[in-house]
């Protein structure tokens, strides 16, 4: 390793622009010595070449005066002995041409997709609401989680039996949004598909409003601290990743968790809902609630429990269509990527 204190990097010689002289303090072959070179180039240079000292080797970067191919590269025919050309950055003639003609080619249809693409002229607006509407659910979920979090470290696991009295308001609020998300695929606002995104949003909104909400002997249940909290974790990377894809950045680390969190927290999740629903039959049994009695001569009545078994069956689907679809969507943002073909 040769290491370099730059002293001086000049182009040298006021009658002719064709030199660049550099001398340098460092150690080197001859131990520590002043190091020095002098290259007579073949046409006139820039006068202020570009020097960049690293730790493992001294960058001068020097500009032709007119951009024109050079037969060879120093004044004397033969190539000092020190220089050497560095095949890793070599372009030839024929290199150079392919390189300009692809880049005219990828403008002229760059250009092409533009002009057949008609302008929307609601971009800016929806890419606003779109910030926006992540940005408080983002907010919303990180709440919820953070509140869970700090009860679960002070008041241990008592904190799992009123989850309910101090999250709902919020979970109410965020999940009451989150059907904008159904609107969005609808739309076309997101690519989202329609169906995993009914799927998610019925689904949770069912067990909060309808298996939880509506029973107060279910509010106390600890399964509600593992429902909210596994819903919660998976927003709290989701909805930042989206925020920021819409202003076109992507941060590989929130990727990859958005597109992996919810491979164990998915089945966990959907565990946690369908342990709700067992445990919410009885007392629907017991109750009544929502059963619907039938004006019909044998007077029966469907048993609002018995819709939950069936329900129960649901949740296994649902859970595993957007497993499915959660799954491709991670093979097509962090899988290899398709190389284009030419
Ligand atoms: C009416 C009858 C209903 C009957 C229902 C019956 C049963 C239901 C059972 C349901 C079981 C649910 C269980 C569940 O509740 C358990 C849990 O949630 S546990 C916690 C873990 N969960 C998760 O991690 C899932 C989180 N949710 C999601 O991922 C989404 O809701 C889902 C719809 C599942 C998938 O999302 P999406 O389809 O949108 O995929 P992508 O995120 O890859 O997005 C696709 C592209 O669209 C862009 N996009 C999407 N949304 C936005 C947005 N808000 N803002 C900006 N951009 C957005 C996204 O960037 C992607 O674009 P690109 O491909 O270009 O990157």
């Known amino acids: 390793m040769v290491l370099f204190q730059l002293d001086s990097c000049t182009l040298a010689t ?75 950055r070599w372009l030839d003639e024929s290199d150079a041409e ?100 009914v799927v998610q949003v019925f689904g949770r909104n069912f067990i909060l409003f309808v298996v939880i909400g509506s029973l107060e002997e279910m509010q106390s249940k600890p399964v509600v601290f593992f429902v909210f909290y596994f819903w919660s974790i998976a927003e709290l990377f989701r909805y930042p990743y989206y925020m920021l894809s819409c202003i076109g950045i992507e941060w590989k680390p929130l990727t990859w968790l958005r597109y992996t969190t919810w491979i164990p927290l998915y089945p966990l999740g959907g565990l946690a809902e369908a342990v709700c629903v067992v445990q919410s039959i009885p007392i629907f049994s017991e109750t009544g609630k929502f059963s619907l009695g039938l004006p019909n001569p044998l007077n029966v009545t469907i048993q609002f429990s018995f819709l939950l078994q069936i329900y129960l069956i649901a949740l296994f689907l649902g859970v595993f269509v957007n497993f499915r679809h959660l799954y491709k969507q991670r093979k097509q943002h962090l899988g290899p990527k398709k190389r284009k073909m030419k």
């Not at 002043?34 to 020097?62: A, D």
């Open 14 to 88: 006021p009658w002719s622009l064709c030199w660049l002289a550099s001398s340098a303090q460092g150690h080197g072959a001859k131990g520590d010595n002043i190091y020095e070179f002098q290259i007579e180039f073949l046409e006139p240079v820039e006068p202020k070449p570009i020097c960049r000292v690293t730790q493992r080797q001294l960058n001068i970067t020097v500009q032709k005066k007119e951009s024109n191919w050079w037969e060879r590269l120093t004044k004397q025919e033969k190539r000092p002995l020190f220089l050497a050309p560095d095949f890793d």
């Open 98 to 197: 392919m390189e300009m003609k692809e880049k005219e080619e990828e403008k002229i249809n760059k250009v092409k997709i533009e002009s057949r693409v008609p302008k929307d002229p609601f971009k800016h607006l929806k890419k606003g609401y779109l910030i926006m509407y992540n940005l408080v659910q983002f907010l919303g979920f990180s709440w919820i989680f953070v509140n869970m979090t700090v009860r679960l470290f002070i008041l241990g696991k008592d904190s799992f039996y009123d989850t309910f009295h101090s999250i709902a308001d919020m979970m109410y609020f965020c999940q009451t949004l989150a059907l904008m998300e159904i609107m969005n695929s609808l739309i076309g606002l997101v690519r989202s598909p329609l169906i995993p995104a």
